[in-house]
Structures are given as C-alpha cells and as structure tokens.
C-alpha cells in the first residue's frame, strides 16, 4: 500500500535526476553491519550488553554504535571502527543484497535518461566493494561517500557536491533515503525527498521530517517518476525471477 504523496507534482517529468542513498535504501546491509559490530566488540573483549536489534543500531553510525556502548576515548573508538571496516569488507559481500526490484528499476530508469548518483555516509572502499559486488556501479554518473566531503550527512555538502558534478539544478532532483540525515540533507539543498518504509529508521519518524513523499515499495518510484505504471501486472511481467516468483507485489489503496 503507497504511503500518501504529500506532493504530486512529482510526478510530472520535471525530475530529471535521481539521488540515492546506499545502505537501507538500494542495499540490504544491516545484517552485516551487525555482525561486524559484534566481531569487533569481541575481538575487542567488550561485552554487548544485550542482542543487537535492528532497533537500537540500526539508525546508528558505526561510530555512534561504538559510543552507544560506552566507548568514549577517541583512540580506541578509531581502532574499532578501522577494525570494523575490515571486518565489514569482508562478511557483507556475502550476506548484503540488493532489495527487491533495485536493479531492474535502476536500468528502466538509466536507459529513460534519468541522471543516477548516490550519496551515503558508507566509506568509499565499502561503495566500491558493493558497486562490484552487486554489478550496478555502471548505473550510476557519480557517487559520493563520507570520506570525500568536509561533513557527511545530513550536512548538505554531499547533495551539492553530488549537484555539482552532475551539472544537475536541485529543482529537479530527488533525494530517495531511509534515514533522517537522508531527509535533512535534500531539504538543505532544496530538493525533492523521498522516504522510504524498508530501511532502518521506522517510517513514522521519517515522515516526522516532512519528506515531499513516502514510499513502501521501490518500483513505486517509476510511478512517482512518471515512467510506468506501477500495477500489479506490471509486477507479474517485469519484476519475475527465473523461477518465476515474483519479487514484489503491490495493493494500491
């Protein structure tokens, strides 16, 4: 069921170009993010006080996941998220997906001339890693990550900087993300901004931040953008695997 779209003039061909965050939004990366958490604390003879629920971490940076715990002093807090990030390299290439419908809509959206670039708080050794991983960094005509700005998100110097390089006007840009920073850092830059209910900050607190739309489903994109519409025969025909199980329904209301 489509969340209400607090700005239908969206759905106009005035979007040209799309911005994406990465994890919890086209990536399922929690799972790993957590295990890696959990490697580090015990290679580090720290104790987590109890389960690492999706609740509790996962909004968090990996930095803030560490001073959640407790871990204050810089010098360790920079050896344990240096720890993590190898850790991390090396467990999500096989647990971390993509979400459902992500690349088949991502090249409908390539070849309708949309400008595609992504804007995450990931490191760009980890961008990378995915981009290879899942085959999808051709999608894309930048991307920009944490380690290359003066201040990630939701500071805006990531959406201009993305802005810049594509040459692109903010009137006609959209931010899709699944964090409040996602939210904060289009509204910064004058962008267009899209929740979406998938990723790791529940849907209410992201709607909390005025986002112009709030979506459930990741193919509800093309409808918002005016490429197709997103019906159930849609889904039946576009979005079948091999076996012939469909990836995503919707039920409009």
Request: hydrophobic residues 40%; glycine residues 6%; contains cysteine.
């Amino acid at each position: 069921m489509r969340l209400p779209m607090k700005c239908l003039t969206l759905r106009s061909n005035t979007i040209d170009t799309v911005v994406f965050d990465f994890d919890g939004t086209l990536a399922d990366t929690l799972d790993s993010s957590l295990l890696a958490f959990e490697s580090t604390l015990r290679q580090f003879n720290i104790d987590l006080p109890g389960p690492p629920t999706t609740k509790t971490y996962g909004p968090l940076s990996v930095e803030g996941m560490f001073r959640h715990i407790g871990v204050s002093d810089n010098t360790l807090l920079l050896k344990m998220v240096s720890r993590y990030n190898t850790l991390y390299r090396d467990i999500a290439p096989g647990i971390a997906d993509l979400f459902p419908g992500v690349k088949d809509t991502l090249n409908l959206l390539t070849d309708r001339g949309f400008k595609l670039a992504i804007a995450t708080n990931e490191l760009r050794e980890n961008l990378d890693m995915f981009l290879t991983t899942f085959g999808i960094g051709h999608l894309f005509k930048t991307t920009c990550c944490a380690d290359e700005v003066s201040q990630p998100k939701p500071w805006p110097d990531m959406g201009r900087e993305v802005l810049k390089r594509l040459d692109a006007d903010a009137a006609q840009s959209l931010m899709l993300g699944d964090s409040i920073c996602d939210i904060q850092m289009a509204q910064q830059n004058s962008m267009a901004s899209c929740a979406v209910s998938w990723g790791a900050t529940p849907i209410d607190r992201l709607l909390d931040t005025s986002p112009n739309l709030a979506i459930t489903d990741f193919p509800q994109l093309l409808d918002i953008l005016g490429v197709v519409d997103t019906t159930l025969d849609f889904h039946s025909i576009f979005f079948n695997k091999p076996n012939g199980i469909t990836e995503t329904a919707l039920t409009f209301s």
